[in-house]
């Protein structure tokens, strides 16, 4: 059975960070292209940023230079660094592969605001 699990998320002033989790069970983690993806409240889905098997990693321009993902395959644990948080950031985010296949958890919350 396939279970995604984030973690990580709360209530952050704009500047600050956050350090997101993901955790996967029921796949072969290290094998999979993964991705940390946000859903803005009355928005769609979309993705945040990837990071292939082997540790190569692209982002949105929107977060590009902020946020950095990084993955323990050991683990089957993927990570998503938050820096300089702005309110726009505010989201739920989710994690799943490239092409989302997975069954979405039930993400993270993460809002900015003063």
């Known amino acids: 059975q396939v279970q995604l699990v984030e973690s990580g998320g709360g209530l952050v002033q704009p500047g600050g960070s956050l350090r997101l989790s993901c955790a996967a069970s029921g796949i072969t983690f290290s094998i999979h292209v993964m991705g940390w993806y946000h859903q803005a409240p009355g928005k769609q889905r979309e993705l945040v940023g990837t990071i292939s098997r082997d540790g190569v990693t692209s982002y949105a321009d929107s977060v590009k230079g902020r946020f950095a993902i990084s993955r323990d395959n050991a683990k089957s644990t993927l990570y998503l660094q938050m820096n300089s948080l702005k309110p726009e950031d505010t989201a739920v985010y989710y994690c799943?592969?490239?092409?989302?296949?997975?069954?979405w958890g039930q993400g993270t919350q993460v809002t900015v605001s003063s």
């Open positions: 799943n592969a490239l092409g989302s296949y997975f069954p």
